[in-house]
């Protein structure tokens, strides 16, 4: 939890003009408009809450955000990287047909061979987000969870850093985006 500020074990990558403090025993995020904090499609410059030390073997992120995603573009979830621009991550979106869950596994700037498996966006609700993602026993089977579930197996290292994400695009047309992360957990 964020009631005494960011826990020693993690900490924040983000670009200078997002702004993030403890308010409510949350920890909270404003993204300002006008420019992308995108995780693939622009840049990768979201917001990212994530471990300090990379784990390797089956692990469990949880998370819970809150925040009205309420213009197009704007998202949040959990994610895993291995340090090199490759992610897992399970996110909640809106766009003008509603809000969305999203299992995006990808190579920036440019698509990995995971990305075909991408099951169809699903119908998400709310404005608080449970996210859940699992690194299986064999640690090329993921479980994505955010209201919605999807196993995924990928080509991953052993070791990938946990995190949580907050962001909005599409760069000139991004929404200001105000969310809060009441808790993240990581268990192995």
Not at 7 to 15: C, D, E, F, Q
Not at 169 to 179: N, Q, R, T, V
Request: aromatic share 8%.
């Amino acid at each position: 939890t964020f009631a005494g500020g960011i826990p020693a074990g993690l900490s924040i990558v983000s670009k200078g003009d997002i702004a993030s403090e403890p308010a409510c025993n949350m920890l909270h995020v404003h993204l300002p408009g006008g420019v992308s904090h995108d995780l693939w499609i622009d840049n990768i410059d979201a917001f990212r809450l994530e471990e300090k030390t990379a784990r390797t073997g089956p692990f469990t992120l949880s998370a819970r955000v809150h925040g009205a995603l309420a213009h197009n573009q704007e998202f949040s979830g959990v994610y895993a990287t291995d340090g090199d621009n490759r992610f897992v991550s399970v996110q909640t979106s809106t766009d003008s047909s509603g809000l969305h869950d999203h299992d995006i596994v990808f190579s920036f700037p440019s698509a990995g061979a995971e990305q075909a498996q991408y099951p169809d966006a699903l119908p998400a609700g709310g404005d608080s987000y449970g996210y859940q993602l699992a690194r299986l026993g064999d640690t090329t089977q993921f479980e994505l969870d955010g209201g919605q579930s999807a196993t995924l197996t990928v080509t991953a290292p052993s070791a990938l850093t946990a995190g949580v994400v907050i962001g909005n695009c599409c760069d000139a047309l991004a929404p200001d985006f105000d969310a809060w992360v009441e808790w993240m957990m990581v268990c192995q």
